[in-house]
């Protein structure tokens, strides 16, 4: 096979891997993991169902590429929080970046929240491993400005609870907030306005100017 047909081969391969993602993500928001089946996949992906075997053996093996699809984004999303930036600076950016995930990438989060919900059986090492080591790191920094004067005495980890579950709750809850505001869909100033709310009201709350 010439190099010219493994490269047309393997965007095929890239192309429908990404249509039974993109389709998966939908089907396993809707039905959950026991409820979602390969058939309804491949229908919405508008493959037939050998295909979607053929790239991925069967649903635990989609679910899981869902899943890592799922923690790459979160980990773009999740924001760095850094000493040096000081506490104004790190708690902006760390608010703009979550919310700019759950306006952007919707089904990630409200797939994320299913599989906690339900246990976590497929992201109990990501939650013992990275995210623990990931909170309780960052819950050093904010004890140090905490020591330092530079912002109220709180609980660095309700802190970080608190900024997930504000900014996640536009991704998770998108049905509900929308509904309530008699609206079809999110308008791109929307993320802005949110993200200067919520960072606004963090901020003073933490007696930072």
Same mark, same amino acid.
């Not at 429908?16 to 491949?42: C, R, W």
């Not at 599989?115 to 013992?128: D, S, V, Y």
């Not at 790191?137 to 020591?147: D, R, Y």
């Given at each position: 096979?010439?190099?010219?047909?493994?490269?047309?081969?393997?965007?095929?391969?890239?192309?429908?891997?990404?249509?039974?993602?993109?389709?998966?993500?939908?089907?396993?928001? !809707?039905?959950?993991?026991?409820?979602?089946?390969?058939?309804?996949?491949?229908?919405?992906?508008?493959?037939?169902?050998?295909?979607?075997?053929?790239?991925?053996?069967?649903?635990?093996?989609?679910?899981?590429?869902?899943?890592?699809?799922?923690?790459?984004?979160?980990?773009?999303?999740?924001?760095?929080?850094?000493?040096?930036?000081?506490?104004?600076?790190?708690?902006?950016?760390?608010?703009?970046?979550?919310?700019?995930?759950?306006?952007?990438?919707?089904?990630?989060?409200?797939?994320?929240?299913?599989?906690?919900?339900?246990?976590?059986?497929?992201?109990?090492?990501?939650?013992?491993?990275?995210?623990?080591?990931?909170?309780?790191?960052?819950?050093?920094?904010?004890?140090?400005?905490?020591?330092?004067?530079?912002?109220?005495?709180?609980?660095?980890?309700?802190?970080?609870?608190?900024?997930?579950? !504000?900014?996640?709750?536009?991704?998770?809850?998108?049905?509900?907030?929308?509904?309530?505001?008699?609206?079809?869909?999110?308008?791109?100033?929307?993320?802005?306005?949110? !993200?200067?709310?919520?960072?606004?009201?963090?901020?003073?709350?933490?007696?930072?100017?």
């Amino acid at each position: 096979m010439t190099d010219t047909s493994n490269k047309k081969q393997g965007k095929i391969r890239i192309k429908s891997e990404q249509k039974i993602l993109i389709a998966a993500q939908d089907e396993f928001i !809707t039905h959950g993991y026991k409820g979602a089946t390969v058939q309804s996949i491949a229908d919405q992906a508008g493959l037939p169902k050998a295909n979607v075997l053929y790239y991925f053996k069967n649903k635990e093996n989609i679910y899981h590429a869902v899943l890592e699809q799922t923690l790459d984004m979160w980990d773009e999303g999740i924001g760095d929080i850094i000493y040096e930036d000081g506490p104004k600076v790190a708690i902006e950016k760390f608010v703009a970046a979550k919310v700019n995930m759950s306006f952007k990438a919707p089904k990630a989060s409200k797939i994320y929240a299913m599989e906690i919900i339900q246990g976590a059986q497929h992201l109990k090492e990501f939650a013992r491993t990275y995210l623990r080591k990931w909170v309780r790191e960052k819950s050093k920094v904010f004890q140090q400005w905490i020591n330092e004067g530079r912002m109220t005495e709180v609980d660095p980890v309700n802190l970080i609870f608190l900024i997930w579950s !504000t900014t996640q709750h536009y991704a998770d809850f998108e049905t509900q907030i929308l509904t309530i505001m008699n609206r079809a869909d999110y308008e791109e100033e929307d993320i802005e306005h949110v !993200t200067q709310f919520l960072t606004g009201f963090i901020l003073k709350g933490l007696g930072i100017e």
